[in-house]
């Protein structure tokens, strides 16, 4: 089955560690992005990548990182340096002739 | 730039109700509009897409949605709702090569 793979689910992790979200894609997309979602707000990006080897800051990047080193894979990794990393976290690529997205199933990260 | 408005952050109805979500939208060339689905700890999934085809689109689980240009308007309709489509909606919308711009959804409770 093509789709987004997010790995894990669910995460617990004590402040001041940082965290990397796992996403993968087998629908041979060149886009891939990572969007945070928290109640109310709706989803705000992090970061995108149009390319392999490349990315570009969306409107919340800081303390973020990501990679893009294969075509099928976007980690994403939350640094101690985000101040408020509690979230539902989801992943998606997208199809460029049509702009649709396919999304993950996300992630849940609870900072204790 | 392009932007999403959705009209009411909560809509309740009651089972066997119209379902009316409202979406507005901004592009200073024709979109690509879309509608996605967002269940309680999941991913969104599309409900429909607009690509500058016929202007009455229908989707998945009944819904469908009409691009009105006139009224810069992409509302989401279903005749008559069900418990099972209680959750949370996300109006999007994208030029090719573009970023997609999603609204800030709409809750959508569905009263016994």
């Known amino acids: 089955d093509g789709g987004i793979t997010q790995s894990p689910k669910y995460l617990f992790r004590k402040e001041g560690q940082n965290v990397t979200l796992s996403c993968e894609q087998n629908?041979?997309?060149?886009?891939m992005y990572w969007y945070r979602q928290d109640p109310g707000q709706g989803l705000r990006l992090i970061y995108y990548?149009?390319?392999?080897?490349?990315?570009q800051k969306g409107d919340i990047a800081e303390g973020y990182s990501v990679s893009r080193e294969k075509k099928e894979s976007f980690p994403l990794t939350v640094t101690s340096a985000q101040k408020n990393p509690t979230a539902f976290y989801l992943c998606?690529?997208?199809?460029?002739?049509?702009?649709?997205?396919?999304f993950g199933e996300g992630s849940r990260l609870t900072v204790l | 730039a392009q932007s999403v408005t959705q009209l009411g952050s909560h809509v309740s109805v009651s089972e066997g109700a119209l379902v009316l979500l409202r979406c507005n939208y901004s592009?200073?060339?024709?979109?690509?509009l879309f509608w996605y689905v967002q269940y309680p700890n999941q991913g969104l999934q599309l409900l429909l897409k607009?690509?500058?085809?016929?202007?009455l689109v229908k989707g998945i689980n009944g819904f469908e949605a009409e691009f009105k240009k006139s009224e810069t308007s992409f509302h989401l309709t279903k005749p008559s709702a069900h418990m099972s489509d209680a959750a949370e909606y996300f109006c999007?919308?994208?030029?090719?090569?573009?970023?997609?711009?999603f609204g800030k959804g709409t809750r959508l409770h569905i009263l016994p």
């Open positions: 999007a919308v994208t030029r090719r090569d573009d970023k997609i711009i």
């Open positions: 592009s200073s060339v024709p979109p690509y």
């Open positions: 990548s149009q390319i392999v080897n490349d990315f």
């Open positions: 629908l041979n997309h060149d886009a």
């Open positions: 998606a690529s997208a199809d460029t002739n049509t702009g649709e997205l396919f």
């Open positions: 607009y690509t500058s085809a016929a202007t």
